[in-house]
Structure formats: structure tokens, C-alpha cells
């Protein structure tokens, strides 16, 4: 029985660990998917920028904000509007 649990405890642990989708870079997008071109995608290293894919193969240009860039509005905004979210790194990135 002891057996039992030590191997459903590993297996949850593997799991989740499996599933980590935590950044590790400062999100900056490698801009050779088509599907990095339908967002901004925020700094993770600096709140108030962001990056915009706007040629294949180049990598991301940096957009400063004045103030905050609000991620799921996709603009610059106040710092009252933002809200820290986990960063993540595009699914392909520098």
C-alpha cells in the first residue's frame, strides 16, 4: 500500500512539473511563427514595455510605454489599470 502511494505521489509530481509553464527569459518573441504576429507580447523583465513582431525572421522590436503596458488589453495604459500575471515566454522565443 505504502508502495501505492509513493508512486501516485511521484506521478503528481511529475506531472505538474511537466506542466510548468513559468519564463525563464524576458519574453521576447523569435518572430518565425505566424502566430507570434497577433499580439504584443509583454517584458517580462520590465512592466512597462513590450515586444511587436514586424518581420519574420527579425527579431521583436522593444515599444517602450509611458506608463504600464496593460497585457490583456494589448496597450499602454496607467499603472492603476495593470496587474502582475505569471510571466511566459512566446512559444518560440530568443
Do not use: Y
Not at 56 to 65: N, S, Y
Request: net charge negative.
Amino acid at each position: 500500500m505504502k508502495a501505492v502511494f509513493v508512486l501516485f505521489f511521484t506521478a503528481i509530481v511529475l506531472h505538474l512539473a511537466a506542466g510548468q509553464t513559468h519564463s525563464h527569459g524576458n519574453g521576447q518573441p523569435s518572430c518565425s511563427d505566424p502566430s507570434e504576429f497577433n499580439r504584443l507580447w509583454r517584458n517580462n523583465w520590465d512592466p512597462n514595455s513590450f515586444f511587436r513582431c514586424d518581420n519574420a525572421g527579425v527579431p521583436a522590436t522593444l515599444v517602450r510605454c509611458q506608463a504600464a503596458f496593460i497585457e490583456s488589453a494589448q496597450r499602454c495604459g496607467d499603472w492603476s489599470e495593470w496587474v502582475w500575471r505569471t510571466p511566459f515566454d512566446p512559444p518560440f522565443h530568443n
